[in-house]
C-alpha cells in the first residue's frame, strides 16, 4: 500500500511515517512546513533507512495537490496537515479555516479524481467540548468552543457527508485525546515552535532549564489533587493506531470514529511527578488561575478502537515522560540545529 501523508513532517505525521515504514507501506509525505522541519523528514529517513519521497506543498493549492496524486497514486490519504492552536484559533479564525477546510477540500477532490477510497482523518478530542461525560464514547454530541474545534468538528461533518455520496470510499475520522512522548531512539519528538501551549514540550523545557517554571492552570477542579485530568497517549501508540484504521479501511467502506487514547486519566500534578521521576531534574512550578475554555476532565472509552481495529495504547505514562526527556536532551534546541536537506520543491 502506498500511502500519502499529508503534514507528515509534524509531531504526528513523523512519528506515524515511521511506524507506517515498519509496517511495510510505502509512504510520501507532503507538508508546507509552517509548523515542521525538513529536518524531521531526515530523521525519518534515518530511523527506517528508506529514501522518503517529501513534497514541499501548501495543501490548500488544487494544482499542486493534483501534481502530487498525478505523480504518485496513492492508495491511501492520512491527513494530519493544519493548524491546531487553540489560542492563535481565537485571534486569527479565518486562518484556521483557510487551512482546515481549504486542505481537506482539495485532499478529497484530488482523492475522488485519482480513485483513492481510502482516508483517514486527524480528529480531536476536542469535538467533545468540555461538559460530556467521562469516559467519552464516540456517540456523545459534539460541542465546541473555539475555531479551531470547530474546524474539526466541521471537518467530521464534511467526512460524513462524503461518505453518504461515495458509499465506495472508507472514510475514518481519529479523535486523538493528549498525545506526548517521542520515537524511543530520541531522533523525532514534539518541536513546538515559540512558547509551548501544551503542557509536555512545557514540562521537558523548565525540567531542562530553558524554561523557568510552569504554570499548573488552576488546583480548584473537582479532581482527586484538583488539577485537570487528561488521557494522556504516547505518539508511537498514536502512530500505530493509524496503521490499524489504514488497514482496515483498504477492506471496507462507510464513515467510522474512533477515540484513541489510553482511556485512564492524569493529573497535572501526577504528570510533573512522573516527569520529576524519569529525569532526575526538579520541576518548579506555580498555581495559576484556570485556563479559559479548559475541562476539568477529559478521558477516553478506548472500547470501540480496541474491538473493531484491534488497537490498544501499550506504553505507559512512564514510557511517555521517559521518551519526552530523551528527545529534549538529544535535541536541546530541536530541530533547529541541524543542516537542512533536499526535497522536491512544487
Ligand atoms: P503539527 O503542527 O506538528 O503537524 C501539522 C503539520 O501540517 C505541520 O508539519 C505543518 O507544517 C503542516 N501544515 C499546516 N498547514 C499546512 C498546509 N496548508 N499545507 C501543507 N502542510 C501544512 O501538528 P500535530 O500535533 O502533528 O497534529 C497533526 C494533526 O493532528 C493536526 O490536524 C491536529 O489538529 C491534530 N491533533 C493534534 C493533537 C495534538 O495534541 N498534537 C491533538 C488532536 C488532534
Ligand atoms: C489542548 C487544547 C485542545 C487540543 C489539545 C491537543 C485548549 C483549551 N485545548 O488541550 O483543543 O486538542 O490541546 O493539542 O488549549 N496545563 C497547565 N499548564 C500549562 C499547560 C497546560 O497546567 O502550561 C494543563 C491544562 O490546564 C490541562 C492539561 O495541562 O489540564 C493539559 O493541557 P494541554 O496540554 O494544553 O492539553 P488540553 O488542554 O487537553
Redesign the pocket.
Known amino acids: 500500500m502506498k500511502v500519502l501523508i499529508?503534514?507528515?513532517?509534524?509531531?504526528?505525521?513523523?512519528h506515524t511515517a515511521v511506524e507506517l515504514i515498519e509496517a511495510g507501506c510505502r509512504i510520501v509525505i507532503?507538508?508546507?512546513?509552517?509548523?515542521?522541519s525538513l529536518v524531521a523528514v531526515k530523521r525519518i529517513r534515518s530511523i527506517t533507512e528508506t529514501e522518503v519521497p517529501c513534497y514541499f506543498?501548501?495543501?490548500?493549492r488544487e494544482e499542486t495537490v493534483t501534481r502530487i496524486f498525478r505523480n504518485e497514486r496513492p492508495d491511501a490519504v492520512i491527513?494530519?496537515?493544519?493548524?491546531?492552536a487553540v489560542g492563535e484559533s481565537n485571534e486569527h479564525p479565518v486562518a484556521y479555516y483557510d487551512?482546515?477546510l481549504?486542505?481537506m477540500i482539495q485532499i478529497l477532490k484530488a482523492m475522488r479524481t485519482y480513485n483513492c477510497r481510502n482516508l483517514v482523518y486527524?480528529?480531536?478530542?476536542?469535538v467533545y467540548g468540555g461538559e460530556a461525560e467521562m469516559p467519552v464514547m464516540e456517540d456523545a454530541a459534539l460541542q465546541t468552543t473555539n475555531p479551531?474545534g470547530r474546524t474539526?468538528k466541521m471537518i467530521e461533518e464534511m467526512l460524513m457527508d462524503t461518505s453518504g455520496a461515495y458509499p465506495e470510499m472508507c472514510i475514518t475520522a481519529l479523535?486523538?485525546?493528549?498525545?506526548i512522548g517521542a520515537h524511543r531512539s530520541g531522533l523525532i519528538g514534539?518541536d513546538p515552535l515559540g512558547i509551548p501551549n501544551?503542557i509536555a514540550p512545557f514540562i521537558t523545557q523548565v525540567a531542562a532549564g530553558r524554561r523557568g517554571y510552569l504554570q499548573i492552570f488552576g488546583n480548584d477542579y473537582e479532581t482527586a489533587d484538583g488539577t485537570g485530568i487528561r488521557d494522556y497517549v504516547h505518539v508511537t501508540d498514536l502512530a500505530k493506531g493509524h496503521i490499524a484504521a489504514i488497514n482496515k479501511g483498504a477492506g471496507r467502506n462507510g464513515y467510522h470514529v474512533y477515540n484513541l487514547g489510553t482511556g485512564y486519566g492524569t493529573s497535572v500534578l501526577e504528570l510533573v511527578h512522573m516527569f520529576r521521576l524519569v529525569s532526575g531534574k526538579r520541576i518548579p512550578y506555580v498555581i495559576t488561575p484556570r485556563r479559559p475554555g479548559d475541562a476539568a476532565v477529559s478521558f477516553a472509552d478506548t472500547s470501540k478502537a480496541e474491538r473493531e481495529l484491534g488497537w490498544k495504547a501499550e506504553l505507559s505514562l512512564e514510557d511517555m515522560c521517559r521518551d519526552s526527556w530523551n528527545w529534549q536532551q538529544k535535541n536541546p534546541a530541536g530541530y533547529r540545529s541541524e543542516m537542512i536537506m533536499e526535497v522536491e520543491t512544487l
Open positions: 499529508t503534514g507528515g513532517a509534524g509531531y504526528i505525521g513523523s507532503a507538508d508546507n512546513f509552517s509548523n515542521s506543498a501548501d495543501l490548500r491527513h494530519f496537515a493544519g493548524l491546531k487551512h482546515n481549504g486542505s486527524s480528529s480531536s478530542a476536542t479551531y474539526k479523535r486523538y485525546f493528549n498525545p514534539e501544551n
